[in-house]
C-alpha cells in the first residue's frame, strides 16, 4: 500500500535516477536528437519532485498532477511535455485516492501510459518510450492478478521495461528525428524508451528500499 507521503519519495527516486543518469541519456539521445535528453529528465523530475515534496496534501491524485504541472513549465521540451502529460493523466485518473493497493498502482502507470499515449500519438511499435512502458504496465497486471508480492512485482516490471527498451532496437522509428534516418534508426536504441527503463528501475528500488525498511 503507498500512500501520499510515499508518492513523494518515489518521485525523489525519479529525480535522483535521472540525474544519475544525465549522462547515459545525452549519448543515447546524441545519435537521433538534440543531446539534451539528460539535461531534460534530470531538470524535470528534479522540478516535480521538489514541487511536491512540501505540500500538505494526502491526495495521491492531486499531488501527482502538481509535479506534472511543475514539470511541463520546468522543461516545456517535446518530451517534458509527455512525461508532464503522463503525470497530469495519474493525477487526474487518481483524484481522491489516499492509498494505493496493487490494482491502484496498475492503474497509475496505465494512465501514465495513456497519458503520453494521448499526446503523444504514438502506438507500441513506434520507436518511443510506450515500447518501454508497455510491457512493465502488462507484467504489473499479470503479477496483480496472481496476488504477488509488490517488491517482486516491481522488480518483474523493471525487467519488463529494460527488454521492452532493448526490443526497440531493430524498430524502425515513426516519430522525432530518428524518423528522418529511415532504415537507418533500426541500428539505434530508442532514448524514450531508456527512459521508461529507469522509471521502473527507479520504481523498483524505492518498493525494495520501503520493503526492506518495513
Not at 511536491?52 to 511541463?72: C, H, Q, R, T, W
Request: charged content about 20%; glycine content about 10%.
Amino acid at each position: 500500500m503507498l500512500n501520499a507521503c510515499d508518492i513523494k519519495k518515489l518521485m525523489q527516486c525519479w529525480a535522483e535516477v535521472m540525474v544519475h543518469n544525465r549522462d547515459y541519456l545525452i549519448e543515447l539521445d546524441s545519435h537521433v536528437g538534440d543531446s539534451d535528453l539528460g539535461l531534460t529528465m534530470g531538470d524535470g523530475f528534479t522540478a516535480a519532485s521538489n514541487a511536491i515534496a512540501d505540500l500538505d496534501e494526502s491526495d495521491i491524485g492531486k499531488l501527482v498532477y502538481n509535479a506534472g504541472k511543475a514539470m511541463s513549465t520546468a522543461v516545456p521540451s517535446t518530451m517534458g511535455t509527455l512525461m508532464a502529460s503522463g503525470l497530469m493523466a495519474v493525477g487526474k485518473t487518481l483524484k481522491g485516492c489516499t492509498d494505493l493497493d496493487m490494482d491502484g498502482i496498475v492503474s497509475f502507470f496505465q494512465a501514465y501510459f495513456d497519458g503520453v499515449q494521448s499526446r503523444g500519438k504514438a502506438q507500441v511499435g513506434d520507436k518511443t518510450f510506450l515500447d518501454g512502458l508497455f510491457g512493465a504496465v502488462e507484467s504489473l497486471k499479470t503479477d496483480a492478478a496472481a496476488n504477488l508480492p509488490l517488491k517482486e512485482a516491481a522488480e518483474h516490471a523493471s525487467q519488463a521495461a529494460h527488454q521492452g527498451f532493448l526490443n526497440t532496437k531493430g524498430m524502425l522509428a515513426q516519430f522525432g528525428r530518428a524518423a528522418g534516418r529511415g532504415e537507418q534508426s533500426r541500428d539505434l536504441l530508442d532514448p524514450g524508451a531508456a527512459v521508461a527503463d529507469l522509471l521502473m528501475k527507479g520504481f523498483a528500488i524505492f518498493i525494495s528500499e520501503k520493503a526492506d525498511s518495513i
